[in-house]
């Protein structure tokens, strides 16, 4: 009989230590880890859209006299357009995001939470310029914690990404056809030509 009590109490301990810990489950986030960020933070500035539209002006004003179109942008410029675009959104997919141009890659980062789950997040990708002088996107890595990244934070963020150099104010809406792109400490050059 007091092998019974004894299982019993260890019993109703166990149950409470599981019913203790599925509480504290649901009341908290689990944090899966995930990437590490490629660098220190990238700061972003109370800019708008208009700071790139204004790079890109420039560069188009100063290839009416000489032919050649320089676009140069940086880290804050960028992380500053992304964070400005998900912000937009009731619920972004990234928060905080923050991009690194290094490794002649573009590098996003950032933490994406959905319900009770939370990891980092560790996008590379790599532009690449066609033979029609047009800037395409290549995803080349997808770092989310232990299991993989969502397709909808991959798409989003070529979305933006795509915005901020061929959409409505990049290459392609000002009518220039990109000859070369590099990346290189913290930068990225575009140059090309009026078509």
Avoid at 47 to 53: E, G, I, P, V, W
Avoid at 55 to 73: F, R, Y
Avoid at 146 to 162: C, Y
Wanted: one cysteine or more; glycine letters at 8%.
């Amino acid at each position: 009989m007091i092998r019974s009590k004894d299982s019993a109490r260890g019993l109703v301990g166990l149950t409470a230590v599981f019913a203790a810990l599925l509480i504290a489950t649901i009341a908290c986030q689990i944090n899966l880890g995930g990437a590490k960020p490629p660098g220190e933070p990238i700061p972003t500035h109370s800019a708008t859209t208009s700071d790139l539209t204004q790079v890109w002006k420039s560069a188009i004003e100063g290839a009416l006299t000489t032919g050649q179109v320089m676009v140069i942008l940086d880290e804050v410029q960028l992380t500053t357009f992304l964070a400005h675009r998900l912000e937009a959104h009731e619920t972004p997919l990234l928060i905080q995001p923050q991009i690194y141009l290094r490794q002649n890659a573009i590098q996003v980062f950032g933490t994406t939470e959905r319900g009770f789950l939370k990891a980092n997040v560790l996008l590379a990708i790599t532009p690449l310029v066609d033979s029609d002088g047009n800037i395409t996107l290549e995803l080349t890595k997808a770092e989310f914690g232990p299991i993989p990244a969502p397709n909808a934070l991959k798409e989003t963020i070529s979305a933006v990404l795509s915005e901020a150099f061929t959409g409505s104010f990049g290459s392609l809406a000002t009518g220039i056809r990109v000859t070369s792109l590099a990346i290189h400490d913290g930068q990225m050059a575009i140059v090309g030509e009026l078509r």
